[in-house]
T-cell receptor, first 112, second 115 residues
Framework: IAGITQAPTSQILAAGRRMTLRCTQD?????MYWYRQDLGLGLRLIHY???????GKGEVPDGYSVSRANTDDFPLTLASAVPSQTSVYFC???????????FGPGTRLTVL | AQKITQTQPGMFVQEKEAVTLDCTYD???????LFWYKQPSSGEMIFLIY??????QNATEGRYSLNFQKARKSANLVISASQLGDSAMYFC????????????FGGGTRLMVKP
């Protein structure tokens, strides 16, 4: 693989269920990010990690958790999904200090 | 207050003409970076161009240039010689150095290129 992969591509989920969105990068980037994209609002940062073992909250962290056990993986967990979490979720990565963030293809999540 | 404002929700441009997409930003950080991303209908985010707050010259990348007016806090994207493949959503984003490597995005502009 080259770049960033996300899984699943799309998912329909019942409210109250737990869901983990997976993100893997093979570029050895130290920083990784999760964004959600909603119509008219652009992308908003949920959580980030500057390096393995550390995470931080972004603009809209409530209802989400992340972990960064190693450099390559940065899963996003919804402990108990709600309909307002229906969105497209993008994972991204970058080398610290670099200008460009590389984005994954996105996961379309629908919570009913 | 909005950190990144894109006031044009949608725009049309004739093929082969130039088009300017507006972006204004708000920050008190003296060191920051401005970015433009393209999102075609397929959904992926494609990095186009970057401008640093201390860069003396406007950034250019092929047909893309960034009209950076620091005093006005604007960072407009200029696409020259529009092509049908330029039809997409365009997002302006900012990274403030006191906020780490995180990006703050505007709401986007949908550009439609007419043949």
């Amino acid at each position: 693989i080259a770049g960033i992969t996300q899984a699943p591509t799309s998912q329909i989920l019942a409210a109250g269920r737990r869901m983990t969105l997976r993100c893997t990068q093979d570029m050895r980037h130290n920083a990784m990010y999760w964004y959600r994209q909603d119509l008219g609002l652009g992308l908003r940062l949920i959580h980030y990690s500057n390096t393995a073992g550390t995470t931080g909250k972004g603009e809209v962290p409530d209802g989400y958790s992340v972990s960064r056990a190693n450099t390559d993986d940065f899963p996003l967990t919804l402990a108990s999904a709600v309909p307002s979490q229906t969105s497209v979720y993008f994972c991204a990565s970058s080398r610290w200090g670099d200008n460009e963030q590389f984005f994954g293809p996105g996961t379309r999540l629908t919570v009913l | 207050a909005q950190k990144i404002t894109q006031t044009q929700p949608g725009m049309f441009v004739q093929e082969k003409e130039a088009v300017t997409l507006d972006c204004t930003y708000d920050t008190s950080d003296p060191s920051y970076g401005l970015f433009w991303y393209k999102q075609p209908s397929s959904g992926e985010m494609i990095f186009l161009i970057y401008q640093g707050s201390y860069d003396q010259q406007n950034a250019t990348e092929g047909r893309y240039s960034l009209n950076f007016q620091k005093a006005r806090k604007s960072a407009n994207l200029v696409i020259s010689a529009s092509q049908l493949g330029d039809s997409a959503m365009y997002f302006c984003a900012m990274r403030e150095n006191n906020a780490g490597n995180m990006l703050t995005f505007g709401g986007g502009t949908r550009l439609m290129v007419k043949p």
